[in-house]
């Protein structure tokens, strides 16, 4: 079996990412097309040995990708097209019809109850998604939460199943000569107490929470990696609540890993995802992490993960958690059940049988 997985971009991203560790366990043959920016992740892949075409997608509406990318479908020979986020959503399963190809399925990997990979999802917005949906065979959301969300958006229940995402654990294992080496470069003292956040910086994701929490613990440093609309704003933040120079900015990066061993403390503020991913990984380096919203957590069991806890809601009590999580030097934990049952295998194992399930039924 050969297939084609087709995404929207390659920046550092959770479902870039995802891609990579997915292509990088397939048991089958394996090639990615990007519509567009081909970043570190498509980089990262090809090092990895897998086949990135690049289809040069010039916009939202750019309607010419569709015929060079049924193209390579067809020179292809691919069984199944999988495509990833709304965009390639879209274009990836007309194409895959246009080409003939006989399982299309498709993987949610941000959607919420009124927005979709941080947009307002509009009534348009919506219908094109129903309508795309129903080119393809098969519609994977990687949480319980997100295949209600998508069943509210007027998607059968019949043409959704759920596979969560997986991770890697022994990749994102603490390592001490990795957390000396990233804090070095990013002049970040070895002795400073780091709190640290992942993400695409958006407004979505309430980073600037978390900015504001740091006026409340001056002992403390924050490192956010990622990039994003929201990253001057940020900026600006931490410099009218003091603590500018406590703020540092990693940018996008494919040293997760070696980020995740600098910090010592993770906090994911978002009040809405779809899976958590990044928690998940923080989880896996051994991190104490707090959080607002994680449906991997939320649907497993309360000590799967017992370094885990609610953030607070409102800045000041969250710089508090911080400062109180300081004052107990917090040291790193193995890590926790919901690691294994996230692993990268299982959720590989599950896709390739949909893909077989998918084929028999056409």
Known sequence: MKVLHVITGLAAGGAERQLRDLVAHHTLRAEVAV????????????????????????????????????????????????????????????????????AIVATEHSIGERQIEGRRATWPVRALARGGERLGHMTVAVS????????????????????????????????????????????IPQDAFVVGGLGRLEPGKR?????????????ATLLLVGDG?????????????????????AGESGEVPALLSAMDVFAAPSEEETFGLAVIEALASGLPVLYGACPALEELPGDSAPAARRMPPEPKE??????????????RHAPPPAVAHYDIRHHVTRLEALYTRVQGEQ
């Open 35 to 102: 519509l567009t920016n081909p970043g570190l992740m498509a980089a990262a892949m090809r090092e990895d040995g897998v086949a990135v075409h690049h289809l040069g997608m010039t916009g939202n509406r750019d309607l010419q990708v569709i015929r060079p990318l049924a193209r390579l479908i067809r020179s292809g020979g691919y069984d199944v097209v999988h495509t990833h986020l709304f965009r390639a959503g879209l274009y990836g399963r007309l194409a895959a019809r246009l080409a003939g190809v006989g």
């Open 144 to 187: 319980t939460a997100a295949a209600g969300r998508l069943r509210g958006w007027g998607i059968p229940a019949s043409r959704i199943t759920v596979i969560p995402n997986g991770v890697d654990g022994r990749a994102f294992a603490f390592d001490p000569r990795l957390r000396r080496k990233a804090r070095a470069g990013l002049g």
């Open 207 to 219: 980073f600037d929470m978390l900015v504001e929490a740091m006026a409340q613990v001056p002992e």
């Open 229 to 249: 609309p929201a990253r001057a704003s940020l900026a600006a933040l931490a410099g009218r609540t003091g603590c500018g120079g406590r703020v540092v900015f």
């Open 318 to 331: 969250l710089g508090l958690a911080i400062a109180a999580l300081l004052a107990g030097s917090p040291e």
